[in-house]
């Protein structure tokens, strides 16, 4: 059982803006530990697309977004596109387990 | 990006052992940490464990200690995972992928493979 929560689906109309949430506690997120998110796409190597909660790598549109506020973070997509349908997972840190973490994931579908 | 030497499927019996490898992107192993993760079906990504090869180094989740071993082999750029005791809680896609510190207390994960599905099954 994946130890941040995620809701299992979110969708959108293509040009529309989906957010995915991404909740945990104050032994990870709220303690100050950075939030990062990945896009997996079936039978393609997962992609890191936000780090240090509001960080973009290079390559990354703009359309994507991070923010982090208390014990939770989330990750917003503008200008929804077809190739943005993917499963999307947050990670952080967790002092009480003295590991990385991951989100349940969740499945974005655009219509 | 990193590349897993092996890519595709693997079956194996309950009680073998697994072992994956994978190499770095450009450049010697000199220059990257490499962390092991895996995924099972309908659940989220877990974090195995990291290898330094530089300082030969490497750090194991509490969950898999005792049983998960790296090895890199620096005339091949190659390092390895080797995960024993393999039950049917293993079945998965395994990752490698290369990290970086963040500087507050968490890494990321830049480069992932590809992924090799396994299975353990009788």
């Known amino acids: 059982q994946s130890v941040l929560t995620q809701p299992p689906s979110v969708s959108g109309a293509p040009g529309q803006t989906v957010t995915i949430s991404c909740t945990g506690t104050?032994?990870?997120?709220?303690?100050?530990?950075?939030v990062h998110w990945y896009q997996r796409i079936p039978g393609k190597a997962p992609r890191l697309v936000m780090y240090?909660?509001?960080k973009r790598p290079s390559g990354v549109p703009d359309r994507f977004s991070g923010s982090k506020y208390g014990t939770s973070a989330s990750l917003a997509i503008t200008g929804l596109q077809a190739g943005d349908e993917a499963e999307y997972f947050c990670q952080s840190y967790d002092s009480g387990l003295g590991g990385s973490i991951f989100g349940s994931g969740t499945n974005l579908t655009v219509l | 990006q990193v590349q897993m030497v092996q890519s595709g499927s693997v079956v194996l019996k309950p009680g073998s052992s697994l072992r994956l490898s994978c190499k770095p992107p450009r450049g010697t192993l000199t220059s990257y940490r490499l962390s092991w993760l895996r995924q099972a079906p309908g659940q989220g990504p877990e974090w195995m464990g990291r290898?330094?090869?530089?300082?030969?180094?490497?750090?194991?989740a509490q969950k898999f200690q005792g049983r998960i071993f790296f090895s890199a082999d620096k005339t091949t750029s190659t390092v390895h995972m080797e995960l024993r005791g393999l039950t049917s809680d293993d079945t998965a896609t395994y990752y490698c992928?290369?990290?970086?510190?963040f500087g507050d207390g968490t890494y990321y994960f830049d480069s992932w493979a590809q992924g090799t599905q396994v299975t353990v099954s009788s």
């Open positions: 290898t330094t090869p530089a300082v030969g180094e490497s750090r194991d």
């Open positions: 992928a290369t990290d970086r510190w």
């Open positions: 104050r032994t990870n997120i709220g303690g100050y530990y950075s």
């Open positions: 240090g909660n509001d």
